[in-house]
């Protein structure tokens, strides 16, 4: 397998690490510190405009051009484990945005477009990868 | 999956997609794979992401998908009912490029998956649109005793 970008090394914990502790003055009232369940919602925000806005599509290419979907490619290190989470509840074309995100294929090449056996694969490999 | 709006605007042919709707909606199967009665896979003409029973270019052009077509036995007709004896799959293309299929039931309408959303039944040109622009090509294939 090759990879391109750093297989994630934080699955389980990535969404608990990202807290940023920058100041705002977006808020009246002291400093704003975005915190686990704000970095769920906007994880969750992302996927369901990329998955509403995308829902008629056929064509890969339109799925997957998606600014969206770009959005989850770049951050999958960070959303690796909400993104199988997802995967867990029901297999989804988010198994592209693992594919895209870390170039790699944990499955069969037989495999290819079908859905649910490319997300056990990711799964699979996301359980055998876990810290 | 949240729902998709401005559904009008998508299909102002059709008044009410969700009465029309046979399936709840999943990313297990698009068009072209239910116009060949697969709810397994998705299928496109891009081996990257997508089954695709021939060799194909990885772009989508009505060339990719008559050559599969063509392959599996199915010729072009203008006859859009049904036929004694015959199968039948409808192409919708936008601007000359292929957006979606369906395929004709023996109750003589129209089955389709909408991309990643519902199954619906429907007339053929009902989906007709800015979205999948016009219906571009209606093709047969005879009936075999195994289909």
Same mark, same amino acid.
């Given at each position: 397998?090759? /990879?391109?970008? &750093?297989?994630?090394?934080?699955?389980? #914990?990535?969404?608990?690490?990202? @807290?940023?502790?920058r100041p705002t003055s977006s808020k009246s009232s002291g400093t704003y510190q975005p915190s686990r369940?704000?970095?769920?919602?906007s994880f969750y925000a992302v996927l369901r405009r990329w998955e509403g806005e995308t829902a008629f /599509?056929?064509? &890969?290419?339109?799925?997957?051009?998606? #600014?969206?979907?770009?959005?989850? @490619?770049?951050?999958?290190?960070?959303?690796?484990?909400?993104?199988?989470?997802?995967?867990?509840?029901?297999?989804?074309?988010?198994?592209?945005?693992?594919?895209?995100?870390?170039?790699?294929?944990?499955?069969?090449?037989?495999?290819?477009?079908?859905?649910?056996?490319?997300?056990?694969?990711?799964?699979?490999?996301?359980?055998?990868?876990?810290? | 999956?949240?729902?998709?709006?401005?559904?009008?605007?998508?299909?102002?042919?059709?008044?009410?997609?969700?009465?029309?709707?046979?399936?709840?909606?999943?990313?297990?199967?698009?068009?072209?794979?239910?116009?060949?009665?697969?709810?397994?896979?998705?299928?496109?003409?891009?081996?990257?992401?997508?089954?695709?029973?021939?060799?194909?270019?990885?772009?989508?052009?009505?060339?990719?998908?008559?050559?599969?077509?063509?392959?599996?036995?199915?010729?072009?007709?203008?006859?859009?009912?049904?036929?004694?004896?015959?199968?039948?799959?409808?192409?919708?293309?936008?601007?000359?490029?292929?957006?979606?299929?369906?395929?004709?039931?023996?109750?003589?309408?129209?089955?389709?998956?909408?991309?990643?959303?519902?199954?619906i039944s429907h007339e053929a040109t009902e989906l007709e649109g800015p979205k999948y622009g016009q219906?571009?090509?209606?093709?047969?294939?005879?009936?075999?005793?195994?289909?």
């Amino acid at each position: 397998m090759n /990879y391109t970008r &750093p297989v994630p090394s934080i699955i389980g #914990s990535a969404a608990g690490r990202f @807290v940023k502790r920058r100041p705002t003055s977006s808020k009246s009232s002291g400093t704003y510190q975005p915190s686990r369940s704000d970095f769920i919602k906007s994880f969750y925000a992302v996927l369901r405009r990329w998955e509403g806005e995308t829902a008629f /599509y056929s064509d &890969p290419e339109k799925i997957t051009k998606h #600014s969206s979907y770009k959005a989850m @490619v770049e951050n999958a290190p960070l959303i690796f484990s909400l993104i199988i989470d997802e995967l867990r509840v029901k297999p989804s074309l988010l198994v592209w945005v693992l594919d895209d995100a870390f170039n790699m294929r944990p499955y069969d090449s037989s495999a290819v477009g079908n859905i649910p056996k490319m997300t056990d694969a990711w799964i699979e490999w996301a359980d055998e990868h876990a810290n | 999956m949240s729902m998709p709006i401005d559904l009008r605007n998508k299909f102002p042919r059709i008044a009410d997609i969700h009465s029309k709707k046979t399936s709840d909606r999943d990313d297990y199967y698009n068009c072209i794979a239910w116009a060949f009665k697969d709810n397994q896979r998705n299928w496109w003409p891009n081996h990257k992401q997508s089954y695709w029973p021939v060799n194909a270019s990885n772009l989508t052009t009505m060339e990719a998908f008559e050559a599969w077509f063509t392959e599996d036995g199915w010729e072009e007709t203008s006859e859009y009912e049904l036929e004694v004896g015959y199968e039948k799959i409808a192409l919708y293309a936008l601007n000359g490029v292929p957006t979606h299929a369906a395929r004709l039931l023996d109750n003589g309408t129209w089955t389709s998956k909408l991309g990643r959303y519902i199954d619906i039944s429907h007339e053929a040109t009902e989906l007709e649109g800015p979205k999948y622009g016009q219906l571009h090509k209606v093709y047969r294939k005879p009936i075999s005793p195994t289909s």
